[in-house]
C-alpha cells in the first residue's frame, strides 16, 4: 500500500498508459465497490467545449459567498494536482490523496483482471472526488466539471440538481465527431430528466440537439440570449461590467475580473444557475452573494495578466473558439502594442486554424515543444504557420527568457496554448518570482 504522496501520485499517472476508455461501465463498479459516494452528493455538471473552469470558478464564488462549503472537481490542473479535487478553492492534501489511493488500490488490481479492464487515470481521480465529497470531507454541494465530451464521461454517473453546458466548438473531434450537431449530441449527454438546463450555445445546428435532448429528458431550459439576456458590457482595465436580466430579476453593474465577453457569458451562466439554486435549494443565496462571488472569482491561465511591467499575459487558448476569443480580446484592449506571441499544442489538436489566428495579431511568434506525452514538436507547429516573423524552439523557457530581454515599453508578451503547457509556464512563472 501507498505510504507517500509521490508513490500515490506515481500510481494515479501509470494508469495513463489505458489512455482514454469512454463509457461508464468501469465507473459503476468502482462506486458499487465504494457504497455509491455519488448518490450521496448534490451536484451540479457543467460541460462544454470552453469555459467550463471559469464557469464553475464563478458558480463556486457565489455559492461560498452564501455560506455554503462548494466542493469542486476540475481537469486538468495549473499549479499542482491536489487543486482537481478542492473545497472552497483549498486544494485535497497530499495526506487525503494517499488514504483515497490506498482504498482505491485493490478495487482497481480486481478490476485490472475483470473483462471490462481497469480503470483510466481520469476515471480513478473521479471515483477519488466522489467518495472524498461523500465520507472524507462531506460538502454541502459539489460542481463537477466534465473531462471530456459528455455522454460518456466519467463524471456522467451523477444524477445533477443542474447542469449547465457553457459552449461548443470544434475539439476532440476524432473522438466526438466533426460537426457542430455531432460534438452536442455528446455533450448533451450530461441532460437528465426533469433536471434543468443552462445553455450558451450560439450555433443554430448544436442548440437544436441539445433542444432535441431536453425534449425527450422533459429537461426545463434557461438559454442564453432568450432567457436571461447579457446587457451593458463595459471593459475595465482589469475585467468586465453588465447587466443581467430575466423575467424575474434584473441584476446591474455585475463585476468581474476576468477579462473578455466570454468571461460574461460564462459569468451569466454561473448568475443563472445561482438563481435556479436559490429558489429550489438554498433560499440564503442573495443577490449580494452573487455580485461579491463573480468580483472574486479568479482562474489561473484565462487571460491572466502576471505582470504589468513588462506586460506578460497567461491564457489557456488549446483550440480554436479560445484562440479566437483571446486574440479578440488583444485587440480590443492591446491593439497598440507589438505582440510576441509563444506558442504550444497537443498533436491531436487540430492547430492550423489556431495559428491562423494567431499569425494574423503576432508581430512575431515562437513555436515551443514542451514535455508532455501528446504535446506536438515546435517544428510541426512552425511549418503551419505563414508568419514573416517566426521562430522555433525545443526550450520554451529560454523563449520567455528571451522574449523578456527583449521587451520595450510599447509591446507585450503572450504565452498560450495548451493547458497542460500553461500548467508548466505558471509553476515556472511563480519560481522566477519566488527567486527574486
Not at 498508459?17 to 462506486?31: C, F, S, V
Not at 470558478?57 to 499542482?80: D, K, N
Not at 465577453?261 to 451562466?269: D, G, R, V, Y
Amino acid at each position: 500500500m501507498f505510504q507517500t504522496y509521490e508513490d500515490s501520485l506515481g500510481w494515479i499517472h501509470s494508469r495513463l498508459r489505458l489512455g482514454i476508455k469512454p463509457g461508464l461501465t468501469r465507473m459503476n463498479r468502482m462506486m458499487e465497490k465504494l457504497n455509491f459516494p455519488d448518490e450521496k452528493l448534490k451536484t451540479v455538471h457543467i460541460g462544454g467545449t470552453n469555459g467550463k473552469g471559469s464557469t464553475v470558478t464563478y458558480l463556486r464564488c457565489i455559492l461560498e459567498s452564501g455560506g455554503l462549503t462548494v466542493g469542486t472537481y476540475t481537469s486538468p490542473y495549473i499549479e499542482q494536482f491536489n487543486e482537481r479535487i478542492s473545497i472552497n478553492g483549498e486544494p485535497i492534501s497530499d495526506e487525503d490523496i494517499i488514504k483515497l489511493c490506498n482504498i482505491l488500490y485493490p478495487i482497481v488490481a480486481e478490476m485490472d483482471q475483470m473483462e471490462i479492464g481497469g480503470p483510466t487515470e481520469f476515471e480513478i481521480i473521479t471515483a477519488m472526488s466522489f467518495y472524498y465529497f461523500a465520507f472524507i470531507k462531506p460538502v454541502d454541494i459539489v460542481i463537477y466539471e466534465v473531462g471530456l465530451g459528455g455522454r460518456f464521461d466519467s463524471t456522467n454517473i451523477i444524477y445533477p440538481i443542474l447542469s449547465i453546458i457553457t459552449s461548443i466548438g470544434l475539439d476532440h473531434t476524432a473522438i466526438l465527431g466533426d460537426t457542430y450537431e455531432e460534438i452536442a449530441r455528446e455533450k448533451a449527454g450530461i441532460i437528465k430528466k426533469n433536471t434543468p438546463i443552462i445553455a450558451a450555445i450560439k450555433q443554430e445546428e448544436a442548440l437544436a440537439e441539445i433542444i432535441k435532448k431536453a425534449e425527450t429528458e422533459n429537461a426545463p431550459t434557461y438559454f442564453l440570449d432568450k432567457h436571461f439576456i447579457i446587457d451593458n458590457l463595459i471593459s475595465w482595465k482589469q475585467g468586465e461590467s453588465f447587466t443581467f436580466q430575466t423575467a424575474a430579476e434584473k441584476l446591474e453593474d455585475l463585476q468581474i475580473v476576468m477579462m473578455g465577453k466570454h468571461q460574461i457569458e460564462n459569468a451569466s451562466l454561473a448568475v443563472m444557475a445561482a438563481s435556479l439554486l436559490r429558489k429550489e435549494i438554498f433560499p440564503q443565496i442573495t443577490q449580494e452573494h452573487i455580485r461579491l462571488g463573480l468580483k472574486g472569482a479568479k482562474w489561473p491561465g484565462r487571460f491572466e495578466m502576471v505582470s504589468e511591467k513588462p506586460l506578460v499575459i497567461l491564457d489557456g487558448a488549446h483550440n480554436e473558439e479560445g484562440v479566437q476569443a483571446l486574440t479578440a480580446e488583444l485587440t480590443k484592449r492591446f491593439k497598440d502594442k507589438k505582440k510576441a506571441i509563444i506558442f504550444a499544442a497537443l498533436s491531436d489538436k487540430k492547430t492550423d486554424k489556431m495559428i491562423y489566428q494567431l499569425d494574423r495579431i503576432a508581430d512575431k511568434i515562437i513555436f515551443v515543444s514542451f514535455d508532455y506525452p501528446r504535446a506536438a514538436t515546435c517544428h510541426e507547429l512552425y511549418k503551419e504557420s505563414r508568419h514573416q516573423q517566426k521562430t522555433y524552439s525545443i526550450d520554451w523557457k529560454k523563449s520567455i527568457e528571451e522574449q523578456l530581454e527583449e521587451m520595450e515599453e510599447d509591446s507585450m508578451l503572450i504565452v498560450t496554448g495548451s493547458l497542460y503547457f500553461l500548467s508548466a509556464v505558471k509553476a515556472y512563472w511563480k519560481g522566477k518570482r519566488t527567486a527574486k
